[in-house]
Nanobody, 123 residues
């Protein structure tokens, strides 16, 4: 079956960096666009970043542009999220997800989800 497994979360001070990884199995990884979402306590899950199947196109929500970078390695079936200049408001559980359709910021467009990894940014 399809599995997406996130790692790399943790506790970091404001201004610090983390790199999240999401290892995929059970699907043809290079056929899927991949996204990162996050969910803070008491809030809805929100779109963070997306990358096309080839890696040629990337998209970001405005609040992370210039600070976060999404990338992928199709040979390793892995997608990454490099997070720099972290802020307390970035604190959330981060999820990776896979889509077959076109780029979308909607959770309903993604077929498969990981279990999430906690990112906590202290002030």
């Amino acid at each position: 079956q399809v599995q997406l497994v996130e790692s790399g979360g943790g506790l970091v001070q404001a201004g610090g960096s983390l790199r999240l990884s999401c290892a995929a199995s059970g699907l043809i990884f290079s056929a899927y666009g991949m996204g990162w979402f996050r969910q803070a306590p008491g809030k809805e899950r929100e779109f963070v970043a997306d990358i096309s199947w080839s890696g040629g196109s990337t998209f970001y929500t405005d609040s992370v542009k210039g600070r976060f970078t999404i990338s992928r390695d199709n040979a390793k079936n892995t997608v990454y999220l490099q997070m720099n200049s972290l802020k307390p408001e970035d604190t959330a559980v981060y999820y990776c997800a896979a889509r077959r359709g076109p780029y979308s910021t909607s959770t309903s467009s993604y077929s498969y989800w990981g279990q999430g990894t906690q990112v906590t940014v202290s002030s």
